[in-house]
């Protein structure tokens, strides 16, 4: 009978990674809209489910993706990314995840990951500081966000 309980979570547990999807967040120096804006990450903001993965890829030289402070759901792991290598993360912790590239933060290259449509960290993350074009980088994710889930986007 243990034998079998034992299998079954085995074959419980596969089964949910066998649901988990890889989102791929581009990594770029311009838009491909054909945007004037330099240095972005595509998509910039994204909406997954606890356990996907997201890989950043380095399209082009300079990136990297690392997590901001203040803007990650109680508990979650903060990450720093090597510039120019691709970077595979989970997310288990449902939240608001804003992430930078190192480099490029105040030009504006900021993203959010919003997983399990959990934005109960949403004020944290807002109240969270940033300089330069960060600032109005971050301002508009917060409204695409508030557009696309109805929350609070001031």
Same mark, same amino acid.
């Given at each position: 009978?243990?034998?079998?309980?034992?299998?079954?979570?085995?074959?419980?547990?596969?089964?949910?990674?066998?649901?988990?999807?890889?989102?791929?967040?581009?990594?770029?120096?311009?838009?491909?809209?054909?945007?004037?804006?330099?240095? /972005?990450?595509? @998509?910039?903001?994204?909406?997954?489910?606890? +356990?996907?993965? $997201?890989?950043?890829?380095? =399209?082009?030289?300079?990136?990297?993706?690392?997590?901001?402070?203040?803007?990650?759901?109680?508990?979650?792991?903060?990450?720093?990314?090597?510039?120019?290598?691709?970077?595979?993360?989970?997310?288990?912790?449902?939240?608001?995840?804003?992430? /930078?590239?190192? @480099?490029?933060?105040?030009?504006?290259?900021? +993203?959010?990951? $919003?997983?399990?449509?959990? =934005?109960?960290?949403?004020?944290?993350?807002?109240?969270?500081?940033?300089?330069?074009?960060?600032?109005?980088?971050?301002?508009?994710?917060?409204?695409?966000?508030?557009?696309?889930?109805?929350?609070?986007?001031?």
């Amino acid at each position: 009978m243990r034998t079998l309980i034992k299998a079954l979570l085995i074959t419980l547990a596969l089964a949910s990674q066998a649901f988990a999807e890889n989102h791929q967040v581009l990594m770029l120096n311009a838009a491909s809209n054909n945007s004037d804006h330099p240095n /972005v990450f595509e @998509p910039a903001l994204l909406f997954i489910e606890p +356990g996907d993965t $997201v890989t950043f890829i380095a =399209t082009d030289p300079g990136h990297n993706s690392a997590s901001w402070r203040g803007m990650l759901p109680e508990g979650a792991e903060s990450w720093n990314g090597a510039i120019d290598e691709e970077l595979t993360i989970e997310f288990t912790i449902p939240g608001i995840y804003g992430y /930078v590239c190192s @480099p490029h933060y105040t030009m504006g290259m900021v +993203g959010l990951i $919003v997983v399990g449509g959990d =934005t109960s960290n949403l004020e944290d993350a807002r109240r969270a500081r940033h300089q330069g074009d960060a600032r109005g980088a971050f301002r508009d994710l917060f409204e695409q966000l508030g557009a696309a889930t109805g929350a609070e986007s001031q």
